[in-house]
C-alpha cells in the first residue's frame, strides 16, 4: 500500500517531473540534481522494510493539500514553483507511512535538491551573493595589504576591475554544502530537530569559504598578469572539498541519540479503505488529467498577463559604423520570443551578429548569455569585464563547440542611461524600481578564427 500510493501521487503529478525532466535535457541547467535523486532513492529503499501499511492521516493530508496545490501552481506560477511544491507533496506521501520520529527533514531536503534550480537560484540569489561576497573580500584584501574596492558586484583591486562571476557567487557551493547535510543526516538517522539546528551553520560555512576563494583568486588575478586556469580549478576544488568536509563534520557529529526508540512508539494510522481511497484517487485522477485539459482547450495561464505595451523603440541600425540587416529569426527563437515581455531582433553586419531584445518588465526570461550557450552545448571560457569604445563596459566570453569558437559581448542598458553587465543585477534593480524601463539588452556574437 505505501509504494502502491507513492507510485499514484507521482503519476498525478507528472507535468512537473516532465519539465524537470525538459531542463535536464536541454543543458539549462546544471545537472547536479541527478546526485540527490540517486541518494534519495537510496535512502527510500532503506526505508521500504519499515514503512507501515497504515498512514498517519495528518501526513496524508498534507500530501493531499500539496498536491492539489502543486496542480494549480503548474497552471499559475513559474514551473519551479509548482514542481518544488510537487516534491515535497511525495515526500509527505512517504512520511505518512514512515515510523514515528523517523527523520523527514533530509528527505524533503534532497527532493528539492533534486530538481533543476541551480540557474534560477543564480539568476534571483546570485547578484546578491556576489556583492556580499565581493565586499567581504574587499575588506579581508585590504588587511594583507591591497588596494581594493568594490564596483557592484566587481572589484578594482590594485587598479585591475576583476570580474567577480556568476561561479564566484557561491550558489553552487551552496548546493553541494546542503547536498552533504542532508545526505549525512539521512546516513545517520539524525532526528529532525537536530537536523535543523545544525543545518543553521551550513550557511555560515559557505559563505565564509565563498570568501576565502573568492579572496585568494582575486589575489592571484590581482599580482599575476595572466593566472593559468587550472590553478584556478585547483583552489577552488581545494575549498570546496574543505567546505563539505567542515559540512560532513558538523551535521554528523555526536551520538545520535533517540531514533531507535522513537520509531517503536505506537502511532495511530488512519485505514485506506473505500471511500477514503476513492476520494484520494478521483483528486489524483483530476490532478494528473487538469494539465491535458488545459492545453486541449488551448489555454495559457501561467502565461503573465501583459500591461498594454509602449510603442516600440527601433533597433539599431548600425553597428561599429557598418549598416546592420535584420535577419529571420530561427525556430526555437520565434517560440521563445511568443512568450518574451518585450521584442527580439536578430541582426548583423556580416562580420558579427547581434541579438537585441527590448524588455518592458522585470523577467526571468532575460536570461544571461552564457545560459543560452550552454543550453546549445557550448562550453564557456575567459569571462571577463572590458570597456569598449566610450567607457562603456561589456561583459565578454569565449564559446566554443566542435572545433568552433565565437566571441560573445552583453550589457544591458536602461531607459535612464543606466547600464549592467548581469541578468541579475538588472532584475534586483529594475525589480526595486533603482532602474528605468524599456531596458534594451544588447548582446554581439563574433566567430573567432574563420568560424562560421
Not at 534560477?120 to 575588506?139: D, H, I, K, N
Not at 576565502?212 to 584556478?232: F, G, M, Q, W
Amino acid at each position: 500500500m505505501p509504494l502502491a500510493c507513492l507510485v499514484g501521487f507521482a503519476i498525478a503529478l507528472w507535468p512537473h517531473w516532465r519539465w524537470a525532466a525538459a531542463r535536464l535535457v536541454d543543458g539549462s541547467d546544471e545537472p547536479l540534481g541527478l546526485a540527490a535523486l540517486v541518494v534519495l532513492l537510496i535512502a527510500v529503499t532503506g526505508l521500504v522494510p519499515r514503512l507501515r501499511s497504515e498512514p498517519s492521516p495528518a501526513w496524508l493530508a498534507v500530501a493531499v493539500l500539496l498536491t492539489a496545490g502543486s496542480t494549480v501552481l503548474g497552471a499559475v506560477a513559474p514551473a519551479l514553483v509548482g514542481a518544488l511544491v510537487a516534491a515535497l507533496a511525495l515526500v509527505a506521501v512517504l512520511a505518512a507511512f514512515m515510523p514515528a520520529g523517523a527523520p523527514v527533514a533530509p528527505l524533503a531536503g534532497l527532493a528539492a535538491l533534486a530538481l533543476p534550480i541551480v540557474s534560477s537560484l543564480q539568476f534571483y540569489a546570485g547578484f546578491p551573493l556576489r556583492v556580499v561576497t565581493a565586499e567581504a573580500s574587499m575588506r579581508l584584501l585590504g588587511l594583507l595589504g591591497f588596494d581594493a574596492s568594490r564596483e557592484g558586484s566587481a572589484m578594482l583591486v590594485d587598479g585591475r576591475l576583476i570580474i567577480v562571476d556568476a561561479p564566484c557567487s557561491g550558489v553552487q557551493m551552496a548546493w553541494l554544502a546542503y547536498f552533504c547535510a542532508c545526505t549525512v543526516a539521512c546516513w545517520r538517522g539524525l532526528p529532525d530537530r537536530a537536523f535543523v539546528r545544525r543545518l543553521a551553520w551550513v550557511g555560515v560555512v559557505v559563505l565564509g569559504g565563498n570568501v576565502v576563494r573568492n579572496s585568494i583568486l582575486v589575489a592571484l588575478d590581482a599580482t599575476v598578469t595572466t593566472t593559468v586556469a587550472i590553478v584556478h580549478e585547483a583552489v577552488g576544488l581545494g575549498v570546496l572539498g574543505a567546505v563539505c568536509a567542515l559540512v560532513a563534520w558538523l551535521v554528523g557529529r555526536g551520538p545520535v541519540a533517540g531514533t531507535a526508540v522513537a520509531s517503536t512508539i505506537p502511532w495511530p494510522g488512519v485505514p485506506l479503505r473505500n471511500r477514503l481511497v476513492a476520494a484520494i484517487a478521483a483528486l489524483l485522477l483530476a490532478c494528473g488529467l487538469a494539465p491535458l485539459l488545459q492545453a486541449g482547450r488551448g489555454l495559457d495561464i501561467a502565461s503573465p498577463a501583459r500591461a498594454p505595451a509602449p510603442a516600440p523603440s527601433e533597433w539599431p541600425r548600425q553597428w561599429q559604423g557598418r549598416p546592420l540587416r535584420p535577419l529571420a529569426l530561427g525556430a526555437v527563437e520565434a517560440r521563445f520570443a511568443a512568450h518574451f515581455p518585450g521584442r527580439i531582433e536578430r541582426l548583423t553586419d556580416d562580420e558579427s551578429v547581434l541579438i537585441w531584445r527590448e524588455v518592458r518588465a522585470p523577467t526571468r526570461m532575460l536570461h544571461p548569455a552564457t545560459d543560452c550557450y550552454r543550453g546549445l552545448g557550448y562550453s564557456i571560457a575567459d569571462a571577463r569585464l572590458e570597456r569598449a569604445a566610450g567607457g562603456k563596459l561589456w561583459r565578454c566570453f569565449v564559446a566554443a563547440r566542435e572545433g568552433r569558437s565565437v566571441r560573445v559581448c552583453e550589457r544591458i542598458e536602461g531607459a535612464g542611461g543606466d547600464s549592467f553587465t548581469d541578468a541579475s543585477a538588472w532584475f534586483w534593480a529594475a525589480e526595486l524600481g533603482h532602474s528605468g524601463g524599456p531596458w534594451q539588452a544588447i548582446t554581439v556574437a563574433t566567430p573567432l578564427g574563420g568560424a562560421t
